[in-house]
């Protein structure tokens, strides 16, 4: 089994070079299947993984390296020896496992989605090529292949956001997503350089040892901790680099199913995590990140209260959700931020893949004012995207959500300034319930306010949504909290993660009461005031604080977009144009052009002038001369 | 066999423009046969030498009287550097097929041009390095002029009057070292053997000044640039290709074979200057980029930006960052071959290059599109290409000196891909403009995808960039015994001190 | 003879010439002003040879004649031409390569 690691990443890419070679000669449709197999063929290496791990006992060993495969010595000079290999542990055996299987679902979703769009083959083949980014992102024994995987994502990213170029929007769009995101990716680098700096050595078991050795200048540990988050919350859409989010959702739904909820998104809460022994030293960065993690709950549920297109809410959802992980990783509880990553994956890979299919209905509408009454009309995707609103909203008992936000929810209260994160994360799940809700409502209940065409789902594209739906519900089960069911994820994690702190007692109760009231009372909500919405046309919809998602996008237009234009302008009009051209260039120029008239004067072509100069010349050549040859001598 | 590799494409072009004239098309295939034989001429070196520790020599005297020598050596480094510059030749003349017309000219121009490039990285003497520098550049100055826009007079005018410059202050530099040693030591010769075999013992800040502004001004270092934009933007981009890919090349490698050597003291002296310039002209460039509106200029300034963060490595004066450099200078002549490449096939659509000229083109040219964005991201440094294999090496490297400069400079990652996206999407995404398609326009008619010249053209490229991602250290090998030989040489001069 | 008479005489000579070139403006009086600076070098070597008993000098003056015949010529013919085409005789008119 050892041997065919590099098969998990290297499938997909020989899928998506297949694609580029040779595609033009087949069937877009066969590249569709087959990349989908490749696909398909990582996503059964990662479960055969699992098979052999789980038959093993020594399951509890710290830090254990369950697999590991050198791929090449990519450059070796000094101490910078970079030899590529792939590692599986238990972090991202985890990882590996969401994006190869959500990745496939969504492959095989894609095929019947994406038949008969223009591009089809450049879709699949920049799908394929993301699935290799993500999961050499996530198997990387160093930081060189790690970024690799980081970077290959954001250009996918770019590429399927921009899907439909000819739309001068949508290509904006993307290159929005790939330019925000690369601030985090320029942090990367930079803590990269520090890293090696301070460690000698950029693989990352190397690196925790060190760090857990604690011989590192705590400032170091700081400035990489720092340029760390700067790229976690870059790639992980938090606030206040989370712009670009809202906007990529102009790719195919399902691109955002796969990238912008699933995987990519996610990959900044896994690089926290990889860099846990780091955060567990610097309490006031974790400090940091939960508050960021819960800031960014709160607010982007606030934002997705009053979204009206429907892509948008589900993306200030995924920022919230995700701000729910990183407060989770702020407050120690990595095993609880990875759980919630994996049943985030399910149900918003489903949502996205729903509202794709719901949005075609309406003819390529997106808001959701003009939707409604299509429960009827289509029955099987009512109840599906029920179910996965529902696991949004963390209804409680019932869905996974609540056995994976929750007890995040709780662990914040262990942090400092807990009382007031624990708010905030409270107040997100409030409002999540609201939101989710009036969307559910707003799409399937009432009258059609617009058009329906009825869109028949093949099974190929069923059988996703209900393994995603059926996982959504079920998931959640692995880990109960209170010990009265199964606590599967978060012991068998502790031997590389540690246990998270939670409130004990009374507190813990009352907040897990809280979270099961702030669910409940955010769905009862949503269905008191999304009739009246309706009816009024006038509601949460009309909130423009909110709906422009705290002008955030627009404060970062005008404070930093535009300097930056005029920080350009600057540079190439006043520095390069007017300094260097006109005052230092031409000054000197003119200088020349100047000596060189006075001295063309004077050579005005009067051949007696020159034969006087010539005489001159001679005469003074003749004593310099003589004057050398008799020297005076006083 | 050195004088074979330099002389072969200087007797061809004397051949091909006595026997060629006015015969375009065998003009035309023996420059391309010339540079392809040269190239894998040198390929076979480069496979013959096992082991690469042992470099072939040519050594005769020339001018006994002024201890001027006939020197010629090959080391790793000017393997390399021969190979990439042969490799630009052959592209440039690939990518000047369909639109030159006067190969009877053009042909001896270029191989006359290649033949002085070779002879800068394999000569061992001064005044020879400076005979084959100046032999480079002549040549260009006619391709400068005879093939371009309008306005590429003006530009050549001024590419010559900042190269000249340079040249008279390289030519100073290399005078006053001469005596300078001289002095030192009472042997007056111009081997480099002699003349960089110790650091000088006085005046050697301005020597040293001299011969980097000398080098400086071909790479161009930011402020020096101010030729550079518009030259390349004017220039035919076969001619542009040559300039940037290979000539800059020339720059660096002057830097790195002979400043190094002259005065570690001043380099270190200089280091914090030079790298903070270097690293602010990364930067200045990339935002200057971001505003352009011609995909060429965007190219050329890109290009400017990258060459500044090869000479920031130098003077951080450390084991990775110089490899990085060196590495910087095959990734960046690749992928700045590819951008002009597509600028030349745009052009044979009847796209000058300006931006708002075109728009939607992905459409018409899928597999163009594709290209240039492939040859985009490699430029920004995308990983698994060969500019991230250079550029990670410089930054890594330069951290170890100067955290400053090295942070600022990486801050190049993020608006690299600023105004190259920028660009794409203008050029290539987005409505088609309507005016380029119509088909009473005559120049825009031909709206083909590529065909299978430039597709060759295009893929040897993308192999080579990929293959310097994936494996650089193909690339390195060879260039360990230069860069270790800097570093302890410089090392143990500063110990000295 | 007494050397330093016979040097002066040449000297004389020659500063006669210098002085027809350095004065006069047309064509035909700076050429036998030339000439005569010629001749006054050619006797310097002629002096010279007597006075150190070297055939050299009688042969460099030869040599003078010679190159001074034929320089005349090819002057004459460019002051013929000049007379003919651009219609001057006035050496101070000839600039026409001045821009």
């Known amino acids: 089994m050892n041997s065919l690691i590099w098969l998990i990443p290297g499938a997909p890419l020989i899928g998506a070079g297949f694609i580029i070679l040779f595609g033009s000669l087949i069937s877009a449709q066969i590249c569709a299947r087959m990349a989908a197999l490749m696909v398909l063929i990582s996503a059964t290496l990662v479960l055969s993984l699992w098979v052999e791990l789980l038959g093993q006992a020594n399951t509890t060993v710290p830090n254990a390296i369950l697999y590991h495969q050198a791929l090449f010595s990519w450059m070796s000079i000094g101490d910078w020896k970079v030899d590529l290999s792939l590692t599986v542990d238990k972090i991202s055996l985890i990882m590996m496992t969401v994006a190869s299987s959500v990745g496939f679902l969504i492959h095989l979703f894609s095929i019947n989605f994406m038949k008969d769009e223009q591009g089809e083959r450049r879709y699949f083949f920049y799908l394929n090529l993301f699935i290799f980014g993500m999961l050499s992102f996530v198997m990387a024994h160093d930081l060189i292949l790690l970024y690799l995987g980081w970077e290959v994502m954001g250009l996918c990213s770019y590429a399927l956001v921009a899907f439909y170029y000819q739309k001068s929007h949508y290509a904006y769009c993307g290159r929005k997503a790939f330019v925000v995101t690369r601030i985090g990716d320029t942090a990367l680098a930079i803590a990269i350089m520090v890293i090696f700096a301070n460690f000698h050595s950029i693989e990352l078991p190397q690196i925790a040892t060190l760090i857990d050795a604690q011989q590192i200048n705590p400032i170091s540990l700081t400035l990489i901790g720092g340029l760390l988050i700067i790229a976690a919350i870059a790639k992980s859409a938090q606030f206040p680099l989370h712009v670009w989010l809202p906007d990529a959702m102009t790719g195919p739904s399902t691109v955002s199913a796969l990238i912008h909820a699933a995987t990519m998104v996610t990959a900044g809460v896994y690089l926290l995590i990889r860099f846990h022994p780091l955060f567990d030293q610097l309490p006031d960065l974790q400090l940091i990140i939960a508050f960021i993690g819960c800031l960014t709950a709160f607010f982007a549920a606030s934002a997705a209260l009053s979204q009206n297109d429907l892509k948008k809410i589900l993306a200030y959802s995924t920022i919230s959700q995700i701000g729910y992980m990183f407060a989770a990783v702020g407050v120690g509880a990595y095993g609880f931020a990875l759980f919630h990553l994996i049943v985030h994956a399910c149900f918003k890979a489903l949502l996205f893949m729903s509202s794709g299919v719901i949005i075609k209905a309406y003819n390529e509408e997106h808001d959701i004012r003009k939707m409604g009454g299509l429960g009827q009309k289509m029955p099987f995707l009512r109840y599906i995207y029920l179910i996965g609103s529902l696991t949004l909203a963390a209804l409680p008992f019932v869905t996974a959500s609540y056995y994976s936000k929750d007890p995040i929810i709780a662990a914040t209260y262990t942090q400092d300034f807990g009382f007031y994160l624990t708010a905030l994360a409270l107040l997100g799940a409030l409002m999540t319930g609201l939101y989710s809700m009036r969307m559910y409502l707003m799409i399937f209940s009432g009258t059609p306010r617009s058009e329906i065409h009825p869109y028949a789902m093949s099974i190929g594209m069923k059988l996703p949504l209900t393994i995603l739906a059926f996982l959504s519900i079920t998931i959640g089960f692995i880990q109960t909290p209170w010990s009265w069911g199964p606590e599967l994820l978060i012991p068998w994690l502790a031997s590389d993660l540690g246990l998270p702190h939670l409130p004990h007692g009374a507190i813990d109760v009352t907040i897990n009461l809280l979270g099961i009231a702030a669910s409940l009372i955010g769905i009862g909500l949503a269905c008191y005031l999304t009739p009246k919405e309706l009816k009024h046309q006038q509601g949460l919809g009309n909130v423009a604080f909110l709906n422009q998602a705290w002008y955030i996008d627009a404060l970062s237009m005008k404070w930093i977009v535009t300097p930056y234009y005029y920080l350009c302008s600057l540079c190439r009009v006043f520095i390069e144009k007017v300094v260097f051209f006109h005052v230092i260039e031409s000054s000197i120029t003119g200088m020349l052009i100047t000596g060189h008239r006075s001295l063309s004067r004077s050579q005005a072509g009067l051949i007696t002038r020159y034969l006087y100069f010539i005489c001159f010349g001679a005469i003074g050549l003749l004593a310099y001369i003589l004057m050398t040859i008799y020297p005076i001598h006083a | 066999m050195l004088n074979t590799i330099i002389f072969t494409p200087f007797i061809a072009a004397i051949v091909i423009a006595i026997f060629a004239h006015q015969k375009n098309g065998i003009a035309r295939i023996a420059s391309l046969s010339i540079c392809t034989l040269t190239f894998f001429f040198i390929l076979g070196i480069a496979f013959s030498l096992s082991d690469i520790i042992s470099t072939v020599t040519v050594s005769r005297p020339w001018i006994q009287s002024l201890g001027i020598t006939y020197q010629l050596a090959l080391d790793g480094f000017s393997l390399v550097m021969i190979l990439v510059s042969t490799f630009i030749a052959m592209m440039s003349v690939l990518v000047a097929w369909q639109s030159i017309h006067r190969w009877d000219i053009f042909g001896p121009l270029l191989l006359m041009t290649l033949s002085g490039l070779l002879g800068v990285f394999l000569a061992r003497d001064m005044i020879l390095f400076y005979v084959f520098w100046e032999v480079m550049l002549i040549p260009l100055y006619f391709m400068l002029t005879q093939w371009g826009s309008q306005q590429s007079h003006h530009a050549a005018t001024r590419f010559l009057l900042y190269t000249i410059t340079a040249s008279l202050f390289m030519l100073i530099g290399i005078i006053c070292l001469y005596i300078q040693v001289g002095r030192d030591t009472g042997v007056y010769s111009f081997a480099f053997t002699h003349l960089l075999a110790a650091p000088l013992s006085d005046n050697s800040l301005w020597i040293f000044l001299a011969l980097f502004i000398g080098f400086a001004v071909k790479v161009p270092l930011f402020p020096l640039h101010l030729w550079a934009p518009d030259t390349y933007k004017e220039a035919h981009p076969a001619v542009t290709i040559l300039l940037s890919g290979a000539m800059a090349n020339a720059g660096v490698y002057g830097i790195l074979r002979i400043c190094t050597f002259v005065s570690p003291l001043s380099l270190t002296t200089l280091s914090n200057t030079i790298m903070g310039l270097a690293a602010t002209g990364a930067i200045y460039t990339g935002l200057i980029a971001y505003q352009q509106n011609n995909l060429r200029s965007v190219a050329a300034y890109s290009s400017i930006s990258h060459m500044n963060l090869a000479i920031m490595a130098i003077f951080a004066m450390q084991l990775q960052a110089i490899n990085g450099s060196m590495l910087q200078l095959v990734a960046h002549a690749l992928s700045i071959t590819g951008i002009f490449a597509i600028i030349a096939m745009l052009a044979a659509r009847g796209f000058d290059g300006e931006l708002d000229e075109m728009g939607g083109l992905f459409k018409p040219m899928p597999k163009l599109g594709a290209m240039l964005l492939f040859f985009f991201i490699a430029s920004a440094g995308l990983p698994g290409l060969g500019n991230f294999a250079s550029e990670i090496l410089i930054l890594v490297g330069s951290y170890q000196t100067s955290p400053l400069w090295a942070a600022f400079a990486a801050i190049s990652i993020v608006i690299g891909i600023a105004y190259f996206l920028r660009c794409y999407e203008r050029a290539m995404l987005g409505p088609i403009i309507t005016s380029s398609i119509e088909p009473d326009n005559k120049t825009h008619t031909h709206l083909s995808d590529l065909h299978w010249r430039e597709m060759t053209l295009l893929s040897l490229l993308v192999i080579a960039i990929l293959w310097l991602g994936i494996s650089p250290d193909t690339f390195l090998q060879p260039l360990h015994n230069a860069v270790t030989h800097i570093i302890e040489y410089n090392v143990n001069a500063l110990r000295g001190h | ?99």
Not at chain 3, 16 to 30: A, D, P, S, W
Not at chain 3, 36 to 53: D, E, K, P, S, Y
Request: glycine share 6%.
């Open chain 3, 1 to 99: 003879m007494n050397l330093s008479i016979c040097v002066s005489l040449s000297l004389f000579l020659f500063f006669i010439g210098l002085t027809v070139v350095l004065v006069r403006k047309e064509f035909l009086f700076i050429l036998m002003g030339m000439e005569i600076m010629f001749n006054g070098a050619a006797l310097t070597a002629v002096i010279g040879a007597q006075h150190w008993q070297d055939p050299f000098g009688q042969v460099l003056t030869l040599f003078i004649m010679i190159i001074a015949g034929v320089e005349l010529t090819v002057s004459l013919l460019i002051v013929m031409h000049c007379y003919r085409t651009l219609k001057i005789s006035n050496i101070d008119e000839l600039k026409q390569l001045h821009d």
